[in-house]
């Protein structure tokens, strides 16, 4: 917004006063002091020449210059008496005593009344300094009032300057706030997604690269899931540009500090980026989602399920599957299956475990399920859990048809696989994808094929991609990947398979374009019309490889 005086300019209230013939000496003196900015000694002269059957049109504009001098000596009640029986009447200045008396209300703190008052005013250089008095007046406002009234004055462009000034001060905007950011924006974000800035993907990484007092990537140990995650994404980014692909990687260190993370957002870095990989912990994802919201850049969290808090928004994806799609490819998996309709779930106490548990309760009972008990486990109480079920030594049956575990705790599922060596029951057991790379476990070695595997980005362990990489990866650091590295690599391959110069950088777009798309080392995404990958089979082991149920 343009800063325009919030008063109309002296000499032009000036030329009205003089033009009035013939004006007492009183009133010249009151402009006098006016002009000298004594405010305090214009006001009771101007008061002399308010009563209209005296003075008839020369009231008027006594009536706006004693407002003028009122909100010059800080007097805005004084200054709305003297205004408002003159803003109201159809006469030559009426336009300007709308504008005073709206500056009046607004240093009065009625920014209703001010807000009404502005939308009768018609002369378009009135307007134009109306809308500033506005944005000037409004802009620290709290957004509760913004988005309450935004519907009602989004035509004033002071409101909607001061609105969006409002908004992008806020570190975590609500659902309400986001869509009338949203709508702030208009088309704006999505033409400049279209247009392709250059034929290069820049990539911001944000991840927590202080660990404990270490201060950089090389002090990390390489066990640290963080030291994975980035050595995939670099050795990917690395790959592709050996393949023509140009790829820019920037990477900064959010130190799990809030403060020092706002200050990263402000670098010219993050606003050019086509994509924000990270950062991890949720109050810094929240933070980094809410910037990547207000910025129209895509950001992608790499691991987490937790993503209910991103199912409103535009621009901010989980990589993998959240809570909601997990429950819904299990129970798609049981419907496919003709298993029975008694399920029992056992849960650790992760966020996500405990969140899954109960959206899968809710969910298979709407289905038709029943679920018969749900309990939280954990190393020493798994068994115990499983053998209440009948799931034990001699016992021909289970009371239950399948059972569903929902944990990547390898402590509880290194009981569990003991237990389910010994016993001759057949029950179906659903458990996380991590199971299968639990070094104990030997699913060959069971009586029955209890187990089943539910998605959650699955690796292809047996694809040829896979082989390719994990050789290519073992030349270079001897050693071979993780999965948390190989899930990086994935996500870099992931994004320039849907950013590139052919298909456009809007990576909304790209993914509703499509539905399935195979992934390179992982059994594949669907993003349409979603935040998250939804693609979610249950897997079962056939003759060591993996093949989906439905």
Do not use: C
């Not at 009536?63 to 009122?70: R, S, W």
């Not at 950062?279 to 987490?304: C, K, M, R, W």
């Amino acid at each position: 917004m343009k800063k325009y005086l919030l008063l109309l300019p002296a000499f032009f209230i000036l030329s009205i006063s003089l033009a009035q013939s013939p004006t007492p000496e009183a009133y010249r003196q009151a402009m006098s002091q006016m002009s000298a900015k004594y405010y305090w000694e214009a006001i009771p002269l101007f008061r002399q020449f308010l009563d209209e059957d005296e003075y008839g049109n020369l009231s008027y504009y006594a009536a706006l210059h004693l407002g003028e001098a009122a909100l010059g000596a800080n007097q805005p009640g004084q200054a709305v008496e003297a205004l408002l029986p003159i803003a109201s009447k159809n006469w030559a200045k009426s336009d300007e005593s709308k504008y005073l008396l709206a500056v009046a209300y607004f240093k009065n703190q009625q920014n209703l009344e001010a807000l009404k008052l502005i939308k009768l005013i018609r002369k378009d250089q009135i307007m134009k300094m109306a809308e500033n008095a506005t944005y000037e007046n409004l802009k620290q406002v709290s957004s509760s009032f913004m988005v309450a009234n935004m519907e009602e004055f989004k035509e004033n462009a002071g409101f909607r300057a001061a609105l969006k000034d409002v908004l992008e001060s806020q570190n975590i905007l609500s659902a309400t706030e986001r869509a009338a950011y949203y709508e702030l924006q208009g088309n704006s974000t999505e033409a400049s997604t279209n247009a392709v800035k250059d034929q290069i993907l820049d990539v911001v990484v944000i991840l927590p690269f202080t660990n404990s007092d270490r201060t950089n990537l090389a002090g990390i140990s390489p066990s640290d899931f963080v030291f994975e995650l980035y050595q995939g994404i670099e050795f990917q980014k690395e790959k592709l540009e050996q393949e023509g692909v140009k790829v820019n990687l920037i990477s900064f260190d959010s130190k799990r500090d809030l403060e020092h993370l706002q200050n990263l957002l402000s670098d010219p870095a993050i606003a050019k980026a086509d994509v924000i990989v990270g950062p991890i912990y949720q109050e810094e994802s929240d933070l980094v989602s809410n910037f990547a919201e207000t910025a129209g850049i895509p950001f992608v969290h790499p691991l987490s399920n937790l993503g209910d808090r991103f199912q409103q928004m535009k621009y901010s994806y989980l990589f993998r599957p959240s809570v909601n799609s997990l429950a819904e490819g299990i129970v798609d998996g049981l419907r496919s299956q003709s298993w029975g309709q008694k399920v029992a779930i056992g849960y650790s106490g992760s966020s996500r475990d405990t969140n899954l548990a109960q959206e899968l309760q809710r969910k298979l009972s709407s289905a038709g399920f029943q679920v018969v008990s749900t309990e939280q486990i954990n190393p020493r109480s798994a068994n115990d859990f499983l053998q209440s079920l009948g799931v034990r030594v001699g016992s021909e049956a289970a009371a239950v048809d399948q059972v569903i575990l929902l944990t990547d705790d390898p402590t509880i599922a290194q009981p569990v696989l003991g237990l389910m060596e010994s016993i001759t029951v057949s029950v179906p057991t659903l458990v996380m994808d991590s199971w299968l790379g639990f070094n104990f476990a030997n699913y060959e070695m069971l009586a029955f094929p209890n187990f089943y595997f539910v998605a959650n980005n699955t690796l292809k362990f047996h694809a040829e991609p896979m082989k390719e990489f994990r050789t290519s990866y073992y030349k270079k650091f001897l050693s071979l990947p993780s999965m948390n590295t190989i899930l990086g690599a994935e996500l870099v391959n992931w994004l320039s398979a849907n950013m590139s110069v052919s298909k456009g950088f809007d990576l909304r777009r790209n993914l509703d374009q499509g539905a399935y798309e195979p992934g390179w080392l992982t059994w594949g995404f669907n993003f349409q019309n979603s935040t998250n990958n939804n693609y979610v089979p249950v897997f079962r082991l056939e003759a060591g490889e993996l093949k989906p149920l439905q």
